[in-house]
Every structure is written in structure tokens, then in C-alpha cells.
């Protein structure tokens, strides 16, 4: 009876295993196998993890659908932020939009110390994150680092954005110390931009900050910009647009 016992148990805790490991639509993360991203539910699962101090250092994602956030009763969580003083969450994954949208993403940041406001609040590591295409995206914050695409990049090697679009929409801010862009706010680590456009518009009270139409602010690295270009509006009363 009691090794009857204990097969159920090892059967029971191996399925409980099984089911919770496969988070995503599919994949196992690696280059070969990546985790597959086809719905919200995706998108935030991989937030909710991040947020749980997940990094995916070195894994790889791939989006296999057009994913659209209309009709959500809650704001998204950006995949990965720092809240408060605590220490930052970082994504540190490689991600391929396979140009599928993410259409009406829409984030509303209330709480002024929290940092990194973007799909994808806080990245660091060797990332590559291409062929993304934000359609319409909604950004509302009021803390530091915003934008579209990435709110802070810092911390580790390089990062990589190639063939990435934000097409539409808008990124807001209401502090006044924010740094702000379409692709990326904050860049404190090497970044090379290629082939990436955005059409966004940027609407901020910032003062004494970076605000640009790309990238907010280029604090530390290297920052390489190529066959990419911004053809949104920019208001903002910041010294330091571009």
C-alpha cells in the first residue's frame, strides 16, 4: 500500500511539473526551440516571471502572432522594472517579433518611484531584440525612463535593436526628471540601433532630462544609430530634445 503510495505521489508531482514548466505557447528557450509568444497571456506570463526575478539570461523568444491588447481590463506590466529603490529587474533575453504587431498595448505607470516604463521596462545583458512592431502603443507614466520600446537599458554588454517599428501611438510623462524616446529612454550601456523607424509621439513635462525621438538619453557605452529615422512629434519644453 504504501509504495502504491508514494508511485501516485512521483506521478502526481511530475505532471504538476510538466504542466507548470511550459509557461508560454511553446519552445524551451534555446536558440534552436525558443519560447514561443503568440497571445497577451504570453506576454504576461514572461511579466509576471521577470517580475519574479527571472532574468532568461541567454534564452531566446520568438512571436508567432499578431497580439492585440484591446478590450483588456488591466494595464500591462512592463517586462522588467525596478520598484522603488529596490534593485532592478532585469530582462535579459533575446527577443524576434518576426514583424507580427503588438497592437494597443497600453501601460499606466501612477506610482512616481517606480523605473522603466516600455514593453519592455529594464533590459541588460548581450540582447538582440528585433523585427518588433508596436502598433498604437499607450504609454502613460510617471516615474523615469519611458518609452515604447525599452524604458532603461543598463548593465552588461550590448544591446542590440534591429528592424524594429512603433507605428502610432503615443508615450507620456509626467515627471519632469523622465527620460523619454520611442525605442528606448535611458541607454547606460552600449547600444546599436539598425533599421528601425517610429512614427510615435512623445508629449512629456520634463525639464532636466533627455528627450529624443529615438532614444531619450545616451548616458554611458557606446551609442551606434544606423538606416533608422523618427517622423513623430515631440512636445516637450527639455533643453535637451532631439
Not at 504538476?16 to 506570463?45: H, K, R
Not at 514593453?119 to 523615469?144: C, E, Y
Request: net charge positive.
Amino acid at each position: 500500500m504504501k509504495t502504491k503510495l508514494l508511485i501516485f505521489v512521483y506521478i502526481f508531482f511530475c505532471s504538476y511539473v510538466q504542466l507548470n514548466a511550459q509557461t508560454f505557447s511553446g519552445g524551451s528557450g534555446t536558440y534552436a526551440a525558443p519560447y514561443l509568444i503568440s497571445s497577451v497571456a504570453d506576454l504576461q506570463a514572461l511579466s509576471t516571471a521577470v517580475a519574479a526575478g527571472t532574468t532568461y539570461d541567454g534564452k531566446w523568444f520568438k512571436q508567432t502572432a499578431n497580439i492585440d491588447f484591446s478590450g483588456q481590463t488591466s494595464y500591462f506590466t512592463p517586462i522588467g522594472y525596478r520598484s522603488g529603490t529596490s534593485t532592478f529587474l532585469y530582462f535579459k533575453g533575446n527577443y524576434n517579433g518576426q514583424n507580427y504587431k503588438i497592437i494597443n498595448l497600453s501601460i499606466n505607470n501612477k506610482i512616481t518611484t517606480n523605473n522603466g516604463c516600455a514593453l519592455f521596462g529594464a533590459v541588460s545583458g548581450n540582447d538582440t531584440i528585433k523585427n518588433v512592431v508596436l502598433q498604437n502603443p499607450m504609454i502613460r507614466n510617471a516615474a523615469q525612463n519611458s518609452a515604447a520600446l525599452i524604458g532603461m537599458v543598463k548593465a552588461g554588454t550590448l544591446t542590440v535593436l534591429i528592424n524594429n517599428r512603433v507605428i502610432g501611438g503615443f508615450v507620456r510623462s509626467s515627471n519632469a526628471l523622465t527620460n523619454i524616446g520611442t525605442l528606448i529612454g535611458n541607454e547606460q550601456n552600449s547600444v546599436t540601433i539598425r533599421k528601425c523607424f517610429s512614427t510615435c509621439s512623445i508629449d512629456t513635462v520634463a525639464t532636466n532630462s533627455g528627450v529624443g525621438g529615438l532614444a531619450g538619453i545616451y548616458a554611458s557605452g557606446t551609442l551606434i544609430i544606423s538606416d533608422s529615422y523618427f517622423a513623430g512629434k515631440i512636445i516637450s519644453g527639455c533643453n535637451n530634445t532631439g
